[in-house]
């Protein structure tokens, strides 16, 4: 009987040993992964401080590009600010300068020679009566001490740089336009402030009505004002920065 036990023991452990020979079952396999001798411990440990490195590393560049996406974001946003207030610049000299179409209240001064009579003035009183360049000159001077933001003599727009000549029986400008009697002056400004300044004692255009040219000043609420059409470039000044 024990023999009988001794062998059915062998018969089954011999029955073990070929299924796990059949599987391939690596028991030091197990073991390899519960236990590492101290050459693969160390370089375990090795391998898990350079991943941290590594993933430390990852978060500061991350975190880098992140703040210069911020700063670009930002300077992008300054940029167009700085943009915005370049053209904003822009409009103001254009509409100072004349090179853009303004509109605003103000006075339209109407002149026109004095009526003349060949067979009973004078040479001197029928020079008297004719709206010269000096004379438009002058009015020009008292429009703009008076505060005249923009001025235009009919559909010439005057500029700093307007300069007026005699032409027979018209006034040149500075573009070789020539404009003729009767003159409508468009002023836009202070309306009261404009038409005060005109009509004050020792005024250039009181002088004109004294010299019985023909004189009127109207009110408008609006006045549309055309770009000039004279040449803008600057060939020979330029900006002088300072040292």
Not at 71 to 79: I, V
Not at 131 to 148: I, Q, Y
């Amino acid at each position: 009987m024990n023999n009988n036990k001794q062998f059915f023991f062998v018969f089954l452990a011999s029955i073990v040993l070929g299924i796990l020979i059949s599987t391939n079952f690596d028991i030091g396999k197990i073991q390899s992964f519960a236990q590492l001798n101290a050459k693969q411990y160390q370089n375990a440990i090795e391998e898990r401080a350079s991943l941290y490195k590594e993933i430390g590393s990852l978060k500061e560049n991350n975190i880098k590009t992140k703040d210069k996406i911020n700063e670009y974001t930002k300077e992008d946003k300054k940029n167009e600010k700085i943009l915005q207030d370049m053209k904003a610049q822009i409009i103001d000299y254009g509409l100072f300068t004349g090179l853009s179409q303004v509109q605003g209240p103000g006075i339209v001064l109407k002149i026109n020679d004095g009526n003349i009579n060949l067979q009973e003035d004078t040479q001197y009183e029928t020079d008297n009566k004719i709206f010269h360049d000096n004379d438009m000159a002058l009015v020009l001077n008292e429009l703009r001490k008076a505060g005249a933001e923009a001025i235009s003599v009919n559909n010439h727009r005057i500029v700093p740089w307007t300069g007026v000549i005699c032409n027979w029986a018209f006034l040149g400008f500075e573009d070789n336009k020539m404009e003729s009697a009767p003159f409508n002056i468009y002023a836009i400004g202070d309306t009261e402030k404009l038409k005060t300044a005109l009509l004050e004692e020792g005024s250039h255009v009181k002088t004109l009505m004294i010299r019985k040219l023909y004189v009127e000043i109207e009110e408008k609420d609006a006045i549309i004002m055309p770009p000039t059409t004279a040449d803008s470039n600057v060939k020979f000044m330029k900006r002088k920065e300072d040292n």
